[in-house]
């Protein structure tokens, strides 16, 4: 059975940063791309950044230079460092695990529960 668990949420005043985890069981980590979405109150889910098998990373416009995906396939884990927030950063953000070969991310069906990140003052 395959599960993702996301942490690392929080409250965060604007202009701070954050560190995401989405630790995954029950899967070959390695094999699959990986992204990050989130859903702010009443807003459609969007993609916030997407890392492929070997590394490749693309970003939505809204968090471009500010926030950095990464993977550690050994620890089976996903990260999303968040550097400089807005309070439009506020959303719950999940992790996504992707489907297909992996040298492109697609979304797949399995996702965490979500962390919920606050940003104000």
């Known amino acids: 059975q395959v599960q993702l668990v996301e942490s690392g949420g929080g409250l965060v005043q604007p202009g701070g940063s954050l560190r995401l985890s989405c630790a995954a069981s029950?899967?070959?980590?390695?094999?699959?791309?990986m992204a990050w979405y989130r859903q702010a109150p009443g807003n459609q889910r969007e993609l916030v950044a997407s890392i492929t098998t070997i590394g490749r990373s693309n970003y939505a416009d809204s968090v471009k230079g500010r926030f950095t995906i990464a993977r550690d396939n050994a620890k089976k884990t996903l990260y999303l460092r968040m550097n400089d927030v807005k309070p439009e950063d506020t959303a719950v953000y999940y992790c996504n695990r992707g489907v297909g070969s992996g040298y492109v991310f697609f979304p797949g069906d399995t996702w965490g529960q979500g962390t919920q990140v606050t940003v104000s003052s």
């Open positions: 029950g899967t070959s980590f390695s094999a699959y791309a």
